[in-house]
């Protein structure tokens, strides 16, 4: 599983964003779940792990007090999540997660992502079986042994747990994410976290070669620049 999150990683970051798009998507994201949950990041443990995360990616604040503010207003705009599924160049399975407050345009902005790069859109369910949806927590560290003891203690679910270049990654089921962080800094103090997220992971990667790698970063920077979309998941393994 930790090569896969690593494939994933490295291939995203071919694909990263310009600042500004970064920014739009954490803020809509802050919106939503504070609107959702409560502007409180003490009372909604949901929006205190993702203004956590936004930090670590050097979103200004001002851009979350902005998000949060617009949320206790109540007004606004009303998001909604979609997900769309399906197959990518050299047949890899890709997951997209969007925010919408218009499901018609953004499918249809999606759709033609696909259908411009020879892609194929699936129906829901269609590749999402071939992924776990995984909470991941990485940290400095080189004890794992000390790691899954504590969350063995916390009672975890502990899908995998490895230790690679002083970085402990750790696996969990998605429902088990805050309560595997909470195990962990209750056991070791407060640890700075380099990745602290919830995200669908590859059971199994798939090699794109050929031409089809140049195709495949097209159809990665065409749905990046779809104004709805928050994240992309893949299996594709591409070239060193």
């Not at 992971?201 to 104004?227: I, R």
Request: charged share 30%; aromatic share 8%; proline share 4%.
């Amino acid at each position: 599983m930790g090569r896969a999150f690593q494939n994933r990683k490295e291939s995203m970051a071919k694909t990263s964003d310009a600042k500004a798009k970064v920014y739009s998507r954490y803020g809509r994201e802050i919106y939503v779940c504070a609107k959702t949950g409560g502007v409180e990041p003490d009372g909604n443990l949901a929006l205190r792990s993702l203004m956590d995360r936004a930090k670590k990616d050097q979103v200004p604040s001002h851009v979350i007090d902005k998000a949060l503010d617009k949320a206790k207003g109540g007004a606004g705009e009303d998001y909604s999540p979609a997900r769309y599924e399906g197959f990518g160049p050299g047949n890899c399975m890709v997951i997209v997660e969007c925010l919408t407050d218009n499901p018609n345009r953004t499918f249809g902005d999606v759709r033609q992502c696909f259908t411009k790069c020879k892609c194929k859109i699936g129906s829901q369910g269609s590749v999402a079986h071939m992924f776990d949806h995984s909470g991941i927590l990485v940290y400095a560290g080189d004890d794992e042994e000390a790691a899954l003891e504590a969350l063995m203690e916390a009672d975890v679910e502990v899908s995998d747990i490895e230790c690679e270049d002083g970085k402990i990654t750790v696996f969990v089921p998605n429902t088990e994410h805050y309560k595997a962080k909470t195990a962990l800094t209750d056991a070791f103090g407060d640890i700075d976290f380099d990745v602290d997220e919830i995200q669908f992971v590859p059971k199994e990667s798939t090699p794109v070669a050929g031409d089809d790698v140049e195709v495949f970063d097209k159809f990665m920077g065409m749905l990046n620049d779809c104004d709805d979309v928050q994240n992309i998941y893949h299996n594709a393994e591409l070239p060193a």
